[in-house]
Structures are given as structure tokens and as C-alpha cells.
């Protein structure tokens, strides 16, 4: 079979779901979808109209009233059908993310797979959202502390892990007790529409969650001003975020936020160099370095940074960049055009900064969206490469002298969300883990978004937390209760 062939059975059916309903295209206005290995159209994605974008509100608001009171057993039961559907279904949806998404098939199958553990965590933590009894002042009166889930939510999720980052807000919400109203990655489609069929088939009510496409700018300010909206939550660019907080804050709508980052990666020169090369290498060109938390802005102590470029080089330059389907391909293309021309910018904006490329630095000729790992040293730290999140396989790379000096460079942007430190030193990771301005740390090895973890920013990247026994916080009012006999 061809895997690009625009006939091909195994692409996802693509379509809305609104109140328990698959609608495809009948007329409406729709978006080609284009796959990044070879630039060439191959699908084509509904749009929803305003009158469709009303009804998955409304239907989204009749839904929560059933929902909300739904035992947690019953949804516990759901979302472990949801983890098997999303094992069984596995390597079909992977499939269909290489080709509207571009990453090696291998990342597309472990970012499905790794779902249907999120799916267990959040149907085993929803059977615990538990309130409390406080100790009354006089003994008729029973004081209680309830949590009850906010409301009908509307979630945006984006293209970079298109399954992954809709189950996990989905899960979220549901747990909770929550319906959701969920806009999807336009540019990458099939992994929502899977995950609506895969909630379908799971026996979820109708209505609890609905899959809705269009101009994301028409679509958010429609959801965010409808007075059924209780909670936004939102993973994509600041920029982005903070129009949809402005948004939601007019009509003070609670918010989870997971934006942008420029994370940095601070090697010690008491660290196992080699390691961190050869590991940071291959992080980074995971996604082809379009990962929030990718590990993207590199201080390495002037004793260690001759060893570690030679190292980091040697595997970084000679990675196999190809099509998602190729089994030697170690990185994919890059999920759209939009990126392959930040890419360009970046490297362009270093040169004239007087930076020096060691290895990639132009697009690769071909009808796909490719752009190759790429190194830069030698540029200074207000260079838009060292300000301005990359999202792709472009790396800065500079030498620090002091812990003092690297924990200020670090800390000196906005951002906020993941940092990397390696060390064998204890009171180098102690020291440096308790200064850095970022709401993950994760200390020789990659040890991020995992079910059980919390995964969140501070400062410009974001606010809430997905995850972790925090999960359900964002979805979750808190109602005081006071009862007297008398
Ligand atoms: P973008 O900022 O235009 O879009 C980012 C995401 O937000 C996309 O999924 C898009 O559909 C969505 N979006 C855009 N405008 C929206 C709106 N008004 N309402 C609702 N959703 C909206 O940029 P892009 O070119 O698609 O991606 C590049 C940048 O986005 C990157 O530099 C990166 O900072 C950010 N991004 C971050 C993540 C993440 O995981 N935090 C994921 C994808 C993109």
C-alpha cells in the first residue's frame, strides 16, 4: 500500500463530533491537509459552521448535567475501556500522525501507547477527588468542603502531539466531571477524530465531548464568549495564551496554560560529557525539536565545551532526516512550512550576529518540510536564537564560566517550563534545582510528562498543571457547606 496515496483506507475519516455524532464535510467549508514529508494535499478537514459550533455548546451544557453527577466508578470504568481502545487502535493512529504530522513512526506509536497510560491514571486518581470534613465551633453543625467540576470547558489543543495533548486535557475535564468542547490541530487532524471514536466506542454519553474545526481564531473567541464556558484550557504559543486569557479573563473563566518555553540545559563540568551529548542529541531531534519542553538553549562550562561539541556534533550532524514512514529515518520533517521558515530566520538573525554554524543551517531540498540538525555557537544572548523559542531541530550552544553566571543566563526570558542540569556533583543539582525559574527540573536524564508527574510552567509559559495528583485541580470548584440541625 502506499502510504501517501490520497485513496489510502488506513487515513482517518475526518470529521466533527458533536453530541455523539460524526459529521462529515456536507457542504461545509473545510481545509486541505497536507502532508509535511512531501508538501503534497491529501485529505481534505470539515469546518464548523456557527450554527455546529452552538449546538456542541449546547450539547456540552445538557450533557454536564447528567455528567457531573456521574459516579466516579462509572467514569473510572470509561476511561480504562478509553486506555484499552487506545492500545488496540495503536498503531493505526500512529500511522495517520506520520502522515498529517510528519514524526518518525516510532515517536507517533509511543506517543499513542503512552496515552493509554494516561488514560489509567486519570480513571484510577478520579475515583480520589475527595473533599473534607472541618472540626464545627458548636457541635449541631457539620461543616463540609465539597469539589465539584466547574462546568462545560473548551480545550485547544495543538499539532505537535496531537494525541497526546487532547487525551490528556480530555481525560482532565472528564474525570473531573466536566464536559468539553475541544478545537484540534488543524494542520494535523486524525488523532482527535481517532480519540472521539475511541470515547464513542467507549461507551462515553453523548455529548460529553465534542471535536470542532475551523479559523482557531474565529472558533476560541465563539466558545470563550459563550456564557456556557466555564474553563479554557489552552497548550500552543504565549502569544496565543495570553489573547485567549485576555478573552477569558473579561468574563473571569478559570484557565489551565501551557505555553511556550526556551529551556535550558546547564552541563557542569564535573558531568558525564559524553552522556549528556549523545542524550541531549537525541531529545532533541525527538518531534524534530518541536516539543514545549525540548531541551533548547545550551550553557556548557567552558572546561567541558570542547568535549562536549565534539560529542554532541559527531551524533547531532549525522542523524537521518527523512520521511516518518522510512524506517532509517531517525528525524522527521517539520510539521509545516511555518517552521522551516523560523528556522531560516533564526540561523539568518545568529549569522549576522556574527554566530557560526557548525553543522545544518539551510533547508534541504526537497518537496517535504525538512530542515536538518543544526548547531550555532558564538552568538550573543540577546540574538533571537537565545530569546525566542525555536520549536525545531536548531541549537545554540555557549560556554559559561561560573554556576552564577549560567543560573542568570538561564533564568533571564520570560519563559519558564522545563529546565535540564547535568552534574555528578549533589550540591551543584541541589543548588542549581532550587534557582532555576521553571516549573520542571529534570537533573541527568529526561524524566518529564510522565502520567504521574505534574507538567506545567511558570512565568510567561503558562499557569495550572496537567498531570500528577494536581490533574484535576484546573476542573474543580471548591464549595464550602455548613449545615446546623437547628
Ligand atoms: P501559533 O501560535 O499560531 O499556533 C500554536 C497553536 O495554537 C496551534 O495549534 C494553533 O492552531 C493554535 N492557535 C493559534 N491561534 C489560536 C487562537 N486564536 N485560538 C485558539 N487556538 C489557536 O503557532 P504555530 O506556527 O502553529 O506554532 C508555532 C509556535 O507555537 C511555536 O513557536 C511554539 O511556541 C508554539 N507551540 C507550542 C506548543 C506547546 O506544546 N506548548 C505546541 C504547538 C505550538
Not at 489543543?157 to 487532547?166: C, D, M, V, Y
Not at 460529553?208 to 479554557?232: D, M, Q, T, Y
Not at 570542547?306 to 532509517?328: K, N, P, S, W
Amino acid at each position: 500500500m502506499d502510504a501517501h496515496s490520497p485513496t489510502t483506507p488506513a487515513y482517518e475519516q475526518l470529521a466533527l463530533y458533536i453530541d455523539g455524532e460524526f459529521i462529515e464535510a456536507a457542504g461545509r467549508r473545510g481545509q486541505d491537509v497536507v502532508n509535511p514529508a512531501t508538501g503534497v494535499a491529501f485529505a481534505r478537514l470539515p469546518h464548523a459552521t456557527t450554527e455546529d459550533l452552538d449546538r456542541a455548546l449546547a450539547a456540552a451544557s445538557k450533557a454536564f448535567q447528567g455528567w457531573r453527577f456521574s459516579s466516579p466508578l462509572e467514569r473510572s470504568k470509561i476511561l480504562r475501556r478509553v486506555a484499552e481502545l487506545i492500545r488496540e487502535r495503536a498503531p493505526a493512529i500512529a500511522r495517520n500522525i506520520t502522515l498529517d504530522q510528519g514524526k518518525p513512526l516510532a515517536e507517533a506509536l509511543q506517543e499513542v501507547t503512552t496515552c493509554a497510560e494516561h488514560a489509567e491514571w486519570h480513571a484510577e486518581e478520579c475515583r480520589r477527588i475527595y473533599g473534607r470534613v472541618i472540626p464545627p465551633r458548636a457541635e449541631a453543625v457539620r461543616q463540609l468542603v465539597i469539589r465539584e467540576p466547574v462546568g462545560v470547558c473548551a480545550a485547544f489543543t495543538p499539532w505537535n502531539f496531537p494525541f497526546n495533548q487532547a487525551l490528556r486535557k480530555a481525560v482532565a475535564a472528564l474525570g473531573a466531571g466536566c464536559t468539553l468542547v475541544l478545537k484540534g490541530p488543524e494542520d494535523s487532524p486524525s488523532a482527535v477524530v481517532a480519540l472521539a471514536r475511541i470515547f464513542h466506542d467507549a461507551g462515553l454519553p453523548a455529548g460529553c465531548f465534542n471535536v470542532v474545526w475551523g479559523v482557531p481564531a474565529e472558533i476560541s473567541r465563539h466558545l470563550i464568549a459563550s456564557p456556557i464556558v466555564r474553563k479554557i484550557s489552552f497548550t500552543g504559543s504565549t502569544a496565543v495564551g495570553k489573547s485567549l486569557a485576555a478573552l477569558a479573563g473579561a468574563q473571569m473563566k478559570r484557565m489551565t496554560l501551557e505555553l511556550g518555553g526556551h529551556s535550558p540545559v546547564l552541563v557542569f563540568e564535573d558531568a558525564e560529557v559524553e552522556a549528556a551529548a549523545r542524550f541531549l542529541a537525541r531529545t532533541k531531534t525527538r518531534n524534530a525539536g518541536q516539543v514545549c519542553m525540548a531541551p533548547s538553549r545550551f550553557f556548557v562550562h567552558e572546561k567541558a565545551y570542547d568535549r562536549f561539541i565534539d560529542a554532541f556534533a559527531g551524533i547531532y550532524a549525522g542523524l537521518t532526516v527523512g520521511d516518518g514512514l522510512a524506517q532509517d529515518t531517525q528525524m522527521g520533517p517539520l510539521a509545516h512550512l511555518r517552521r522551516v521558515d523560523a528556522m531560516e530566520s533564526l540561523v539568518a538573525d545568529a549569522r549576522a550576529r556574527g554566530a557560526a554554524v557548525l553543522c545544518g543551517g539551510e533547508r534541504l531540498a526537497s518537496g517535504g518540510y525538512f530542515f536538518p540538525p543544526t548547531i550555532v555557537t558564538g552568538m550573543p544572548d540577546d540574538a533571537r536564537l537565545m530569546t525566542e523559542e525555536p520549536f525545531g531541530p536548531v541549537v545554540p550552544v555557549t560556554r559559561f564560566r561560573s554556576t552564577e553566571e549560567a543560573l542568570a543566563r538561564a533564568n533571564a526570558l520570560p519563559y519558564g517550563l522545563a529546565s535540564y542540569v547535568f552534574t555528578n556533583s549533589l550540591a551543584t543539582a541541589h543548588h542549581v534545582s532550587n534557582r532555576l525559574e521553571a516549573g520542571m527540573v529534570s537533573i541527568n536524564h529526561f524524566g518529564l510528562a510522565l502520567a504521574e508527574t505534574p507538567l506545567g510552567g511558570v512565568k510567561e509559559s503558562g499557569m495550572g498543571s496537567e498531570g500528577g495528583t494536581e490533574t484535576f485541580d484546573g476542573y474543580l470548584a471548591t464549595k464550602f457547606v455548613s449545615q446546623s440541625t437547628l
